[in-house]
């Protein structure tokens, strides 16, 4: 009876990761298939590889997703943490005040968000291009490194800044020797989230850019119409990059804490 | 720690000039009419009165409808899904958990794109339906296609939220109810689900809110003609050119998303002893994309 | 002894509500000063006044004679062992220690040496290397002393460091103080509003409530001429009487005149007299000064606490001897055992 229940529970969970992966896996199998059809398998081969090599149209929109969004994680990792630092310093209604705003970005459907960004450069008539997608991108990201970070921030004691300057550190080295190290978890998990945020990025990204500025995502929607196999490709080293990541990301403190014997927890957290 | 109080400043003005002035301009263009210049456009309500068209209100119905369904399916295949993860052994939640967050880190239009192959008329669903001598089936371009779009994109999301508040509580609870002679499904009804709903509702919530103003998948999967109300905002701007209704609607969506959000997170602090802080709500809307985390850290 | 540290007219308002009613005080070489008073009475305000983390309203702080009130604290010689000793969880207690010293960017060398000599000063020899984590709170709060201590401030100021310890570690924690601050030969200033602590330790205290000093003195002063009804109900037990001053050495309460040991207060003032329960004896009827029934008795472990209720009211009394329960009585006490104080309005 128990038994026959795990294997209910085996089968349900295992079909939904189906769901999840198969299409995954799918497109990475197929990614090597020597036709150009996406649903027979003729035979193995790097072509598709290749020819994403050759393509300068999609190298190029590579080069402009990783590009922005590095330049947006950065700009916006930094503002983010100084103003949530700032922010638990300031009067209790300036702070509701930029929250409640810091919100809109992430509360607003995202098509809103772009179509407003693309009125206002418009507006000011900024020629639309790299320079726009890099602000809009850093507009929609700040908010997020601000949830992250912010309350990282609200948690820390206030005497240990206190603390620090009593012992002569400057409020620069208070910031740097004190203060980062601690809200660093709240960083790290901001940082990433602006960068895939703004690696994934479409809509924002499609209002907002123009004069063949195209990031990843513009030109596989550009794409769509016509089967590509170069899409699977660039899709399968994504996919390949970002699990290499995540495996990286969540067993190496695993590993080093293991080896020094500490709390795993502690190091995941 | 004063000193640093003055750092508030230039993230004042960028969220000024990039977050209020770009949404107050769709306001601006929402109540005007066209003029040559920016200075004579003229104050008119007739943006709103287009809504009355009933192309406009079967493309907001049809948003809609769309939206609930995969609501309704995600939830239906989520709340079991996290149950039965909640049910397992420590180790093996945090890997199960890992495994569905992974896809969510992938780019959308890659992950719409494999199904565009996957059920389009020579793809491998139909290729295999045909294999086993049942005819093609026609699924691109349908709202089949873009409900399995939509769900495939938002499952994890409904997943994730519901087993943390699974997790989150305290086992005592249920022992206590059956010790009071509750059976299980009684407590599971009585007691478990009710704890958890605080994860329903954020899940309900983030993937309800995408659905209904999705663009991409139903652009991809619905194809060109297929219109949801983020298409047709798209319209406006792009193939129309008519600003000001677009901005009209733009306006109208995004208070009908904050409205829902404002009503969800009342109804969640109702049912849920909830250990929110000052901030609570924040926390709870930033949650969407912050949840892609959640396995790592 | 030389004059360290000068308040002068130190005021303080937190959003419209004054914390500090012109604090006026000297902190001398070599002291152990305590701050001492209820929760709210404005001894952590003065104090974090002198840190340099809060401003005053008003009045200036002088240090060695120079006016250090808008001086940052990271500009100050003096240093701070905080309420929950603030220690950095991302530094081990090595790095701790030697944080303030890697500030001021010593030799590698010295600040190595500086820190073993320091935490072997407070009893903390092999545990550079260890979490803060790991450490008790005992141990937490060795490494907060030794990590403000190691700069070699002038003055160490102290915000209820022992508050968080169970009592058995307070009360060993509070004797080692004492030595370190002797071993050291700095200034000392601690806040606490535990009287037994500030008692046990304090050269000099300075009562505070609401705001304002009440008295400042020597423990046995403190203890044994309270300058108003407050300190005397603060520290200790106390029965606290309100009589008049008839002349010098002439008291009257409870409608009978006694001799005290009191002068200079103006005749047929109105005045509060205190009298310590274990100042009190009970006597065989005839034998003492005030007539009575006993109450009451509870045993208190050293001593018991009987009640001696008189005609005019409830005495309390510390003795050692038994007694029994409605048994009438006398209460006797010595001239010198009667305090008289200025009448303060009531607390």
Redesign the interface.
């Known amino acids: 009876m128990v038994k026959e229940k795990k294997y209910v529970k085996g089968l349900c969970i295992s079909l939904c990761l189906l769901f999840l992966y198969a299409p995954l896996f799918i497109m990475a199998f197929f990614s090597f298939n020597s036709a150009k059809s996406l649903s027979h398998f003729k035979g193995f081969s790097m072509r598709w590889y290749e020819s994403l090599f050759g393509n300068i149209q999609l190298l190029d929109a590579v080069f402009v997703s990783v590009s922005i969004a590095l330049l947006a994680t950065l700009i916006s990792t930094v503002l983010g943490t100084i103003t949530a630092i700032a922010l638990t310093k300031s009067k209790r209604k300036i702070r509701t005040a930029i929250l409640q705003v810091n919100n809109l970005p992430i509360m607003n459907p995202e098509i809103v968000t772009a179509i407003s960004l693309m009125i206002f450069f418009s507006f000011i008539s900024i020629e639309k291009g790299y320079m726009t997608m890099l602000l809009a991108h850093i507009a929609f990201c700040t908010p997020y490194v601000i949830t992250n970070v912010y309350p990282k921030v609200k948690q820390l004691d206030d005497n240990l800044t206190d603390a620090a300057m009593d012992l002569g550190a400057t409020p620069f080295q208070t910031l740097v020797k004190v203060i980062l190290p601690q809200i660093k978890s709240g960083i790290m998990a901001g940082a990433l989230l602006a960068f895939t945020m703004s690696f994934d990025d479409f809509v924002i990204s499609y209002f907002v850019s123009g004069n063949g500025v195209e990031n990843i995502s513009i030109v596989i929607y550009n794409m769509s119409k016509r089967m590509n196999p170069s899409i699977y490709a660039l899709s399968t080293i994504v996919l390949v990059v970002i699990l290499f990541v995540l495996l990286l990301g969540t067993f190496v403190p695993y590993l080093i804490v293991k080896k020094r014997g500490g709390k795993v927890n502690e190091a995941l957290r | 720690m004063k000193q640093y109080k003055k750092l508030v400043s230039p993230y004042c003005f960028w969220l000024f000039a990039l977050t209020i002035i770009p949404m107050m301009l769709i306001a601006f263009y929402a109540f005007t009419s066209k003029g040559t210049e920016i200075t004579t456009f003229q104050f008119t309500l007739d943006n709103f009165f287009k809504f009355m068209d009933p192309i406009f209100l079967s493309v907001l119905m049809r948003s809609l409808v769309l939206g609930v369904l995969t609501t309704a399916i995600c939830f239906l295949i989520g709340y079991p899904i996290a149950y039965m993860i909640a049910k397992c052994k420590e180790n093996t939640q945090t890997i199960l958990i890992l495994l569905i967050t992974i896809p969510t880190w992938i780019n959308l239009l890659m992950r719409t794109y494999a199904w565009m192959s996957i059920l389009s008329n020579n793809g491998i669903i139909n290729n295999l339906l045909q294999s086993i001598g049942l005819g093609r089936v026609h699924m691109m371009y349908t709202d089949f296609a873009v409900v399995i779009g939509m769900v495939y994109n938002f499952l994890p999301f409904m997943i994730l939220p519901i087993h943390t508040s699974l997790t989150n509580m305290d086992k005592s609870l249920t022992e206590a109810s059956m010790d009071l002679g509750a059976s299980r499904i009684q407590t599971f009804f009585k007691v478990t689900f009710r704890l958890s709903l605080s994860g329903v509702l954020t899940g309900i919530t983030m993937v309800f809110l995408p659905a209904i103003s999705a663009f991409v998948i139903p652009k991809m999967l619905g194809g060109g003609q297929y219109s949801l109300i983020g298409n047709f905002i798209e319209q406006q701007f792009i193939t129309v050119g008519n600003w000001h209704f677009g901005s009209a609607v733009s306006l109208v969506l995004a208070v009908i998303v904050i409205v829902l959000m404002a009503l969800i997170y009342r109804v969640e602090k109702r049912t849920n002893v909830s250990n929110e802080d000052e901030e609570g709500g924040n926390k709870r809307y930033g949650k969407r994309k912050k949840i892609r985390k959640g396995s790592m850290h | 002894m030389k004059k360290l540290i000068e308040l002068n007219n130190l005021t303080k308002e937190f959003n419209g509500q004054v914390v500090l009613k012109g604090i006026h005080l000297d902190i001398h070489e070599n002291e152990f000063m305590t701050l001492l008073g209820p929760s709210g009475c404005g001894k952590t305000t003065t104090l974090r006044i002198v ?3 809060e401003e005053a309203s008003n009045g200036e702080v002088l240090f060695d004679g120079i006016d250090i009130s808008s001086l ?3 500009k ?1 010689e ?3 062992v ?3 000793y ?5 530094m081990n207690v090595f790095d701790n220690v030697a ?2 010293l890697k ?2 960017k010593l030799d590698k060398a010295i600040i190595e040496q500086k820190v073993l000599r320091m935490l072997n000063l407070v009893g903390l020899e092999g545990f550079e290397k260890r979490n803060i984590s790991q450490l008790s709170g005992g141990q937490q709060q060795r490494v907060a002393i030794a ?2 201590l190691v ?1 070699e401030p002038k003055v160490l100021l102290l915000d209820e460091p022992l508050g968080a310890l169970d009592l058995k570690l307070r009360k060993a924690m509070q004797i080692e103080l004492k030595n370190i601050q002797k071993e050291v030969g700095i200034t000392f200033v601690y806040v606490t509003h535990d009287q037994e602590e500030a008692l046990t330790m304090s050269d000099t205290i300075v009562v505070m409530n609401d705001g304002s000093i009440q008295q400042i003195g020597t423990p046995t002063d403190i203890y044994n001429e309270p300058e108003n009804r407050f300190v005397a109900q603060f520290i200790g037990e106390s029965n606290i009487v309100e009589g008049t001053f008839v002349k010098d050495f002439l008291v009257e309460f409870d409608g009978q005149q006694f001799v005290c040991v009191d002068k200079g207060f103006d005749e047929g003032q109105d005045v509060d007299i205190v009298l310590r329960p274990e100042d009190l004896d009970i006597v065989e009827v005839g034998q003492g000064k005030i007539e009575g029934t006993i109450s009451s008795i509870i045993f208190k472990g050293v001593h018991y606490e009987i009640m001696v209720e008189t005609d005019e009211r409830m005495y309390k009394v510390h003795t050692t001897d038994m007694s029994e329960v409605g048994k009438k009585v006398n209460l006797d006490f010595w001239p010198e055992d009667i305090h008289v104080m200025e009448k303060m309005g009531t607390y």
Not at chain 3, 86 to 90: E, I, K, S
Request: aromatic fraction near 20%.
């Open positions: 840190g340099g983390f940052p604290p990271y100050r003096v240093n701070t905080f309420q929950k603030a220690l950095f969880p991302h944080f303030g500030i001021k990590r403000a700069n």
